[in-house]
């Protein structure tokens, strides 16, 4: 039967996803603001705990920028996993598709990491990799029965999601949807067969998704979830199944779970939590980065084998009562929409992007780096600083950048 002639509407329906130039006019001045200020591109060395030490013999500051919440990024066992692991391969790189040809540790680790998330898991080098892979085929209709599905994200939804609304509107229909509106999502369950639900588990901004309410709506509608939980894994649950993970029993055919290996986790890389034996055979053999690009290097597989040993630890459970005592202490210094949350990220709205960017260059200058988010991160006029908090920041450490957050504000509030 022949191909349906093209429907110029979905061209169009495809461009309005993305306007990259628009966004580059508009995100310019605030970037070049950052720049000038000195708050980006930063360089420098790591020393103990979360200091590191900027280039050239420069300053050595506290650090609330990396994303590695149980302070495992510098852990003895993991440096020396990764070490190991080029050691072990004599190489650090293969230069093939893994269709083709794989490290043996490569097959360890998937073996490893699937046993520890109960899930067949397969390894990317990066979570933008595993949502490049995922993403094109939840909208071929191969993961819902053969049916074009509805793909509806959440508007909050990581750029890392959201940058493939074009490629999805080109096979099928996407909407997009206010934050967590539960309400909505169900309006469109009852009114299509099939719908796919793309959303943070945590969201990089705080926040996170309302886990209870999706599972209801998958229950009662046999809606299908695909969740990116690079923030949240490691973070809660028995051998750090992660904030998304921990909350299923078992994943089955209608959930898909992704998970960063750099931030809770301590490594590097991203993963793809699968339910089934059939889904892992079609993302082996046509997910773009597993077909067209290479996997982890060695380093990155000896790093992921060591904190999976971590994982099985009483060590990853000493480690998330620090971050949750070190998340009480800074929410009783620096109360925040978030601070009922035991999540680790915080945000301290200024509004105006050049006053985020000019707290963040003082609380540089004080000894304190934090992240100056400004649009296209946030929306326009949300402009703050966001803090992630670890197991590792001593009270010391906290209590002076609650002091110096409280210092700037009171100065900006006599100056407005």
Not at 169 to 175: G, I, L, S
Request: a neutral charge; glycine letters at 8%; one cysteine or more.
């Amino acid at each position: 039967m022949p191909n349906a002639p093209e429907d110029p509407r979905d061209r169009s329906a495809a461009r309005q996803f993305r306007n990259t130039a628009a966004m580059i006019t508009a995100a310019s001045p605030n970037f070049a603001a950052a720049h000038y200020q000195g708050i980006m591109a930063i360089y420098a060395a790591p020393r103990d705990g979360r200091i590191v030490q900027l280039a050239q013999g420069g300053p050595r500051i506290t650090d609330f920028v990396r994303c590695s919440y149980l302070g495992l990024d510098n852990h003895p066992a993991i440096v020396a996993g990764a070490a190991e692991g080029v050691l072990k391969a004599g190489a650090l790189h293969w230069s093939c598709a893994r269709t083709r040809l794989n490290f043996e540790t490569l097959g360890e680790l998937e073996t490893d990491l699937s046993s520890l998330f109960r899930a067949k898991v397969l390894t990317f080098t990066t979570v933008l990799a595993a949502n490049m892979s995922a993403l094109p085929l939840l909208a071929s209709g191969h993961l819902t029965g053969g049916r074009k599905p509805l793909v509806v994200f959440d508007r909050l939804a990581h750029a890392t999601l959201a940058y493939h609304k074009a490629t999805i509107a080109a096979e099928t229909r996407v909407e997009t949807l206010p934050h967590n509106d539960m309400a909505a999502l169900e309006a469109l369950c009852r009114s299509h067969p099939a719908v796919i639900y793309v959303c943070d588990g945590v969201y990089s901004m705080g926040g996170a998704a309302p886990l209870a309410d999706l599972l209801s709506l998958q229950d009662r509608y046999g809606l299908f979830l695909y969740i990116d939980d690079a923030h949240g894994v490691s973070l809660i649950g028995t051998e750090g199944s992660g904030f998304a993970r921990s909350v299923f029993s078992e994943l089955g055919e209608r959930t898909i779970v992704a998970a960063s290996l750099g931030k809770g986790f301590g490594a590097s890389g991203g993963i793809l939590m699968l339910g089934t034996a059939s889904q892992e055979l079609l993302f082996r053999r046509f997910s773009v980065a597993y077909a067209f690009s290479a996997s982890l290097n060695t380093a990155a597989i000896g790093a992921a084998h060591a904190s999976a040993e971590i994982h099985r630890t009483e060590e990853l459970a000493a480690r998330q009562l620090a971050l949750r005592h070190n998340l009480a202490l800074l929410d009783g210094l620096l109360p925040s929409p978030d601070s009922h949350s035991h999540l680790p990220i915080r945000t301290v709205r200024f509004g105006d992007e050049l006053l985020a960017v000019a707290a963040a260059r003082q609380l540089l200058q004080l000894g304190f780096y934090t992240s100056a988010v400004f649009f296209p991160t946030v929306a326009r006029g949300e402009a703050g600083l966001r803090i992630c908090l670890t197991a590792s920041h001593s009270e010391t450490e906290i209590r002076g950048l609650c002091a110096a957050i409280d210092s700037i504000r009171e100065e900006v509030r006599q100056h407005l």
